[in-house]
């Protein structure tokens, strides 16, 4: 469940912005940084937690098993993905993808 919680500040973010520009919301303070800076950091902090949201659930679902034979080396790679996993890779790359299509306004 960590990745779930990692992926709530970007979902926050995200209905903030909902709030703003569909529902003509005003006073969503987050949505209107400072400065330049905050606004870079705003939008690290956002990426790189959801960044690590999804690579942790991929890390957790995938097994890789590397074996050396005679003339060769061989790898296997599982994947097991169940509903918590499901869950956390829906949220992560949704939340992503849906910051990559703001942040290119």
């Known amino acids: 469940m960590l990745p779930v ?15 703003k520009y569909e529902l003509g919301i005003r006073e969503v303070p987050v949505l209107e940084p400072q400065s330049r800076a905050a606004e870079a950091t705003l939008g690290a902090v956002l990426f790189g937690l959801t960044g690590l949201a999804a690579a942790i659930t991929l890390w957790r679902a995938t097994r890789v098993r590397v074996r050396r034979s005679e003339s060769a080396i061989e790898a296997d790679v599982t994947v097991r993905i169940g509903w918590p996993e499901a869950l956390s890779l829906v949220l992560s790359v949704g939340a992503l993808a849906i910051l990559v299509l703001l942040a290119t306004d």
């Open 5 to 19: 919680l990692l992926c709530l500040p970007a979902i926050a973010f995200i209905a903030a912005g909902f709030l």
